[in-house]
């Protein structure tokens, strides 16, 4: 099992990116599938999580401006940001709970990360 994050590259600050994590391999199903972000010197956060009912939840920086979505059909997990700001440059993950092995095995797996640069 593989997730490939895309998307990120470098805006403007108050602009929009969209964010992609496509899970693929011998998935039987996906639980939850997040968003983290690390910045340069910090700690890595989350940024947002989506359930396999489609409850959400975002961290405080995120709340209103970003939104996280899934497309089970695709297996993948979404990340529109809107309103980006200089604080919000980072490199940013997904993961997501797979069962694999007919079900019987759940483990976490993350992606490799890409890069979201927001100029001032």
């Known amino acids: 099992v593989q997730l490939q994050a895309s998307g990120g590259g470098l805006v403007q600050a108050g602009g929009s990116l969209r964010l992609s994590c496509l899970a693929s391999?011998?998935?039987?199903?996906?639980?939850?599938m997040r968003w983290y972000r690390q910045a340069p010197g910090k700690q890595r956060e989350l940024v947002a999580g989506i359930s396999v009912s489609g409850i959400t939840n975002y961290a405080d920086s995120a709340k209103g401006r970003f939104t996280i979505s899934r497309d089970d059909a695709k297996n993948t997990v979404y990340l529109q940001m809107n309103s980006l700001k200089p604080e919000d440059t980072a490199v940013y993950y997904c993961?997501?709970?797979?069962?694999?092995?007919?079900?019987?095995?759940?483990?976490?797996?993350w992606g490799q990360g890409t890069q979201v640069t927001v100029s001032s």
């Open positions: 391999g011998s998935i039987f199903s996906i639980d939850g």
């Open positions: 993961a997501a709970e797979i069962r694999t092995g007919g079900g019987r095995y759940r483990s976490t797996y």
